[in-house]
């Protein structure tokens, strides 16, 4: 069983990583979506928060699992036995830190390699930051993201 793991903050998780998602998930047999926690990064979503909505999120997605972890991914990728690291690329300008990061994670762990998944180019220009700037702006970010972090998002910054 090939078993990926696609790591991120997803503060908020945004259609463009559900689009890296799910193709990621018609290659693998099992994808484990971890949200990394970052102690010396403030979140925008509280992590319990983020993990419900990404749940709801991919709800229809049946080979996925979601979960987080506090440490370096390569070594939560080992306990789970995963060979693979998803990464996701909007664009050529995420292309230097994620090859920088490829390139780390492989001489921790030459056994564990990253494979880089291109969004539609509908979602290239997605952000978390972005949404995260729209919504404290009491924007809408319903096209951005999906439904339940649509709500949410609209429950805390354009009712409150």
Do not use: W
Request: glycine fraction near 4%; include cysteine.
């Amino acid at each position: 069983m090939k078993t990926a793991i696609y790591p991120g903050s997803f503060d908020p998780i945004t259609k463009g990583h559900l689009d890296v998602l799910k193709r990621a998930c018609a290659i693998f047999d099992k994808v484990i979506l971890v949200v990394s926690v970052n102690m010396n990064k403030k979140s925008f979503l509280p992590l319990e928060d983020r993990l419900k909505l990404i749940k709801e999120s991919c709800s229809d997605i049946e080979n996925v699992e979601i979960d987080s972890y506090d440490g370096l991914t390569i070594e939560y990728a080992k306990k789970r036995n995963a060979n693979v690291l998803i990464r996701g690329l909007r664009a050529v300008s995420d292309f230097e830190y994620e090859m920088q990061l490829s390139q780390a994670n492989s001489a921790l762990s030459s056994d564990i390699h990253t494979v880089f998944l291109i969004t539609k180019p509908k979602y290239n220009f997605i952000s978390s930051g972005t949404v995260r700037e729209i919504a404290l702006m009491k924007g809408d970010v319903s096209k951005f993201v999906p439904e339940p972090v649509a709500k949410y998002l609209e429950n805390k910054y354009m009712k409150g």
